[in-house]
């Protein structure tokens, strides 16, 4: 019987590190690792983002390079991290972005994720923008296309 509760307990530790593994954002390298859409190296944590598919890791250092990077492939399966305002890796569909052309991100799409809803207002209040769900800031690019800069997702 013991060496039945054993076994089961190992199986169950087995699972739920597997689990945790794949629910977990990736290590980025700062000042080593580069961006799969730029390949410019990722040097300012609070910009990073990656998106996580099993074994397969896309690393970014911008939020507009993540969109742009997802608008020529398909998205399929996977998570998408994002870094908050406190620089906290947090799953994408949890965070509110907003859109400041002064935001200072790397590659200037001042794309900008938060942890909640009233601080992307008062971020997007900057530039007279509101705050957006994943999912929106593509509907603010003209035409969809997600490789422009941050001045035409606030002119919208």
Do not use: N
Not at 38 to 61: K, L, N, T, W, Y
Not at 72 to 91: L, N
Not at 100 to 107: A, F, I
Request: hydrophobic share 45%.
């Amino acid at each position: 019987m013991r060496t039945k509760m054993a076994l089961v307990l190992v199986l169950l530790l087995v699972v739920a590190s597997c689990e945790d593994a794949v629910g977990r954002p990736p290590e980025i390298l700062l000042g080593a690792d580069g961006c799969d859409y730029c390949r410019m190296v990722i040097s300012e944590e609070r910009h990073a983002a990656a998106i996580v598919a099993g074994e397969q890791v896309a690393r970014f250092d911008d939020p507009g390079c993540l969109l742009a990077w997802l608008d020529e492939r398909d998205r399929g399966e996977g998570a998408i991290w994002v870094h908050d305002e406190q620089r906290t890796w947090r799953k994408v569909e949890d965070v509110w972005f907003a859109i400041d052309p002064e935001g200072g991100t790397p590659m200037a799409s001042g794309i900008l994720a938060f942890s909640s809803e009233e601080a992307a207002s008062r971020a997007s209040a900057v530039s007279g923008a509101e705050a957006l769900r994943f999912e929106a800031l593509a509907d603010r690019l003209p035409g969809g296309s997600l490789a422009v800069q941050s001045k035409s997702l606030v002119e919208k």
